[in-house]
């Protein structure tokens, strides 16, 4: 199986689990004298039955993303390294969102608002940013579609 393949095995699973939590909670109790829509000790096996095969998943999915390397590092640190690069672009996207929204003021006498801040500057940091998020983004998926999951 490619790591690809058990990513999204991972993903189908853990929507499978959200919802038969709900099924779950939606049939665990009843009308004195009713029954159950589903057969709430079945729901338990099949949720049962899941959990096991996502954390078997989720346990060869990090092993084989801190063995398997691309460009020199591990898919862990390369996963590592877009997730802080995410952050950095969101947070200097606000920045930049900030600094713009400067108003005009009606008399000399309002205070002046001024930007603290080379817009220009961290724009261009932002779109460096976003710009090797896509790169590290598309290794990552080419790594995903080659590498076998390790066992």
């Known amino acids: 199986m490619k790591l690809a393949e058990a ?3 991972r993903a189908d699973l853990s929507k499978k689990i959200d919802q038969l939590r709900y099924r779950l909670e939606s049939n665990a109790t009843v009308q004195e004298g009713e029954q159950t829509a589903e057969d709430p000790a079945e729901l338990l096996k099949e949720l049962d039955n899941a959990i096991s095969r996502l954390e078997y998943l989720v346990a060869r999915i990090n092993l084989t993303n801190c063995t398997v390397k691309a460009d020199g590092k591990t898919l862990t ?26 108003t005009s003021r009606a008399t000399r006498s309002e205070i002046k608002i001024v ?11 932002a ?13 990552l998926q080419q790594t995903n579609w080659t590498a076998d999951l390790a066992e």
């Open 127 to 139: 779109d460096d940013a976003a710009k090797r998020i896509r790169l590290l983004d598309n290794l």
């Open 77 to 102: 640190e390369i996963i590592a390294e877009k997730d802080s690069l995410t952050k950095k672009h969101s947070i200097l996207k606000n920045v930049v969102s900030s600094a713009s929204n400067i």
């Open 115 to 125: 930007r603290a801040v080379d817009v220009k500057e961290i724009q261009a940091a």
């Open 7 to 9: 990513l999204q095995e």
